[in-house]
């Protein structure tokens, strides 16, 4: 059982990767090589400075692989990982969605004499990110 917790666990931070990739990509930043993006790339060698944009075939196949990779994160062995509790409201919140926000807090730990800082998140809806009561010792980022 726990392999499968693990391998499910994997599965679902690949998938997340995968599409905040390309998110990243729909916003411009794409890497695919025969967008229009890169058929310039000639062009840059010789210092001209053409006008960059996507390829129209470019952008219907991103959107129709983000669907389907939302598609998957949709799949019930994925919902223990993807909707988390708020921690203002106790209610159920999509962390893939835009109203989730992860606050993130800081507090200075000494170890062997040295000072490092420690890292912890709070997941939150956005409205609910005043409301989050921050623990002693430890300071919102």
């Not at 990982?81 to 835009?98: F, T």
């Amino acid at each position: 059982m726990v392999k499968t917790m693990n391998k499910n666990h994997d599965e679902y931070y690949l998938l997340k990767e995968k599409l905040e990739e390309l998110i990243w990509a729909l916003k411009g930043q794409c890497n695919d090589i025969d967008c229009d993006k890169y058929m310039y790339k000639d062009l840059l060698k010789k210092r001209h400075n053409p006008i960059l944009k996507h390829s129209y075939s470019c952008i219907i196949s991103l959107k129709r692989e983000k669907e389907a990779v939302m598609r998957l994160l949709s799949l019930k062995k994925f919902r223990r990982y993807r909707y988390k509790k708020c921690e203002a409201c106790k209610k159920s919140i999509d962390s893939l969605g835009k109203q989730f926000k992860s606050v993130i807090l800081t507090r200075p730990v000494n170890f062997n004499g040295k000072k490092f800082f420690e890292l912890d998140g709070i997941d939150a809806h956005k409205q609910c990110e005043s409301k989050v009561k921050i623990p002693e010792a430890w300071k919102k980022r």
